[in-house]
């Protein structure tokens, strides 16, 4: 069973839609991120949910906009896709909030905006 | 800011070699943290050294912390072709909310 699962792994879209990335995790944990990582892997926060409450909302253009339905999914709906929003998404999710905290990812969710 | 930095942003090896990879960053943490990244995948959790640790073992992975230099290093010993991927550190400290915080990573080849 995969821990931290995305759907879908590979999105490729235009330029002005909007779409969604999926997350789950099976993990039992409280916290889940979503992650973006460029074409140079660096691998930023954008927003983190503990116990389905908001905790982490980094500067983010507000065409992202996250929900979380219950404390095993987190999903990204982003509205408006600009040709810079193109990058590996990724979800990740741990126990606890602690600077210890190990994270476990997903595969991540390869977006094309062309 | 508690980003780390990677250095070298590459290495490549035989196997069978070691491997060292090295983390600075710039304010106190409490721990920090190193995170493997395959080619296509998610990261996956490797290690986590506190700050009142020196040093900490795991199989063929040793990890080092300075923190009067505010550095660690990664040590992958007798590496395997498998071992191929991108490294990430991640130092951590105060209120972070579960926030990890990485640099560019180091890309490790290691040629069979």
């Known amino acids: 069973d995969t821990a931290v699962s995305q759907t879908p792994k590979y999105l490729v879209t235009q330029m002005g839609n909007d779409k969604s990335i999926k997350c789950e995790q099976n993990?039992?944990?409280?916290?889940m991120y979503w992650y973006k990582q460029d074409s140079k892997k660096f691998l930023k926060i954008m927003f983190s949910?503990?116990?389905?409450?908001?905790?982490i909302n980094e500067t983010v253009p507000n065409r992202f906009s996250p929900k979380s339905p219950d404390k095993a999914h987190l999903n990204l709906h982003i509205n408006s896709l600009e040709l810079g929003d193109s990058a590996v998404y990724f979800c990740?999710?741990?126990?606890?909030?602690?600077?210890?905290?190990?994270?476990?990812f997903g595969q991540g969710t390869r977006l094309t905006v062309v | 800011s508690q980003q780390g930095e990677e250095d070298p942003q590459a290495l490549s090896i035989q196997e069978g070699e070691n491997a060292t990879m090295n983390c600075s960053y710039k304010?106190?943490?409490?721990?920090l943290q190193w995170y493997r990244q395959n080619s296509g995948r998610g990261l996956v959790h490797l290690i986590l050294?506190?700050?009142?640790?020196r040093e900490k073992h795991s199989g063929r992975l040793r990890v080092t912390l300075d923190t009067s230099k505010k550095s660690s290093s990664l040590l992958i010993t007798a590496s395997r072709a498998a071992d191929t991927a991108s490294y990430f550190c991640?130092?951590?400290?105060?209120?972070?909310?579960?926030?990890?915080?990485f640099g560019q990573g180091t890309i490790l080849t290691v040629h069979p």
């Open positions: 990740a999710s741990s126990q606890g909030v602690g600077s210890d905290t190990e994270a476990f």
């Open positions: 993990l039992g944990h409280d916290t």
């Open positions: 949910y503990n116990n389905k409450e908001l905790i």
């Open positions: 304010t106190s943490i409490n721990n």
């Open positions: 050294i506190r700050s009142n640790e």
């Open positions: 991640a130092p951590a400290g105060g209120t972070s909310y579960g926030k990890l915080t």
